[in-house]
């Protein structure tokens, strides 16, 4: 009888971690969950992000969910992929800056307050990379 001993397969320092495939990818799920609750809210009256530029959020998080998921298929182009989501994260934040002042002037909903944190979620995750997660 033949043995192998060959040593276990280890994840190369160029591939991306699928625990932040799915850090990522939830970021992103919760970006949309945020766009379409509410953004502003007015005593029992509200209006949801997809009546103003919660549709861009959600573009953007689809964006950064395809991107977070083309790690699955091609773990070696961690660093665009990262960096793509990045940018879509970079640009949901910018996205709630420029409404900030329109909306608690009247009243911020929970939806606008769950695409700030998903969005400054989606910058860090991407910036940082998988730097951020535990050690195996």
């Avoid at 953007?60 to 994260?89: F, N, S």
């Avoid at 409404?99 to 860090?124: K, R, Y």
Wanted: hydrophobic letters at 50%; glycine letters at 14%.
């Amino acid at each position: 009888a033949t043995t192998c001993n060959t040593p276990p397969m280890e994840q190369s320092e160029a591939s991306i971690d699928s625990r932040w495939i799915y850090g990522a990818i939830g970021a992103a799920v919760l970006a949309v969950i945020g766009a379409v609750g509410p953004w502003v809210t007015l005593g029992p009256l509200s209006a949801a992000g997809t009546e103003g530029d919660g549709t861009l959020v959600i573009i953007l998080a689809v964006i950064g969910a395809a991107a977070a998921g083309l790690g699955l298929a091609q773990p070696d182009r961690k660093k665009a992929i990262q960096t793509t989501y990045a940018g879509c994260g970079a640009l949901v934040v910018l996205i709630i800056l420029v409404n900030i002042g329109d909306v608690t002037d009247v009243g911020a909903g929970w939806g606008f307050w769950l695409d700030l944190i998903a969005g400054i979620a989606m910058l860090a995750l991407g910036a940082l990379g998988d730097r951020i997660l535990p050690s195996n």
